[in-house]
């Protein structure tokens, strides 16, 4: 898993780059990773900290086989704790600043159930 989890880092769709350089180094006061594992599966982006999963999804996502494979993915995060958020990678370029807000918030609400 090391070795494509590397690889999906270094060939990560703009849209992906575009939210990393607003999560990395704490920027928003909680430690996100990308492309990172849980169970079977390859997470977009993960904070561990309060079971955040942020998923960019791309056109790739629409076709019926990704939408079933996705759900079932998504099934199987939750049942381990996790909260799951999709934004469409066109989001990241036409509305990025609601993203971030998105994500703040959940963020902080989840935190403060702890």
């Not at 079977?40 to 076709?63: M, R």
Request: net charge positive; aromatic share 10%.
């Amino acid at each position: 898993m090391t070795t494509v989890r590397r690889k999906l880092r270094k060939e990560m769709p703009l849209g992906e780059v575009r939210l990393w350089r607003v999560l990395r180094d704490r920027n928003l006061g909680f430690k996100f990773r990308r492309q990172y594992s849980i169970g079977p599966f390859i997470t977009d982006f993960c904070c561990s900290t309060v079971k955040l999963v942020i998923e960019v999804d791309g056109l790739t996502h629409e076709n019926e086989d990704a939408v079933f494979y996705d759900k079932q993915r998504q099934e199987y995060l939750e049942s381990r704790g996790f909260t799951v958020i999709r934004f469409s990678s066109a989001e990241m370029f036409t509305d990025l600043q609601d993203v971030v807000k998105k994500i703040m918030d959940l963020c902080k609400k989840i935190n403060d159930k702890r």
